[in-house]
């Protein structure tokens, strides 16, 4: 899949790469400075994207066991939804 942005500087490429890169191993997302971004596996990348994404308003519950919970969870749905690509 390819989304076409505006040109971004070979510089902030690289750092969304970077971004993307930690967020979600595994997974082949590439910027490029022409602002072209592509992904290898579109349905288990959104799964991915989910995931993260509640994993990390999990964080605002404040740690302790509610926080561990809703990671899990957030974990078990991640894969639920990959199962389904």
Excluded: Y
Aim: charged fraction near 20%; glycine fraction near 8%.
């Amino acid at each position: 899949m390819l989304i076409s942005e505006s040109k971004l500087s070979a510089n902030d490429a690289e750092k969304i790469n970077a971004i993307l890169s930690k967020n979600f191993p595994g997974t082949t997302v590439q910027v490029a400075a022409s602002g072209s971004v592509a992904i290898a596996n579109t349905c288990t990348d959104v799964c991915n994207a989910a995931q993260a994404v509640a994993e990390a308003a999990c964080e605002g519950l404040g740690g302790g066991i509610a926080t561990t919970v809703c990671k899990i969870a957030a974990r078990a749905a991640g894969d639920e939804c990959r199962r389904h690509c």
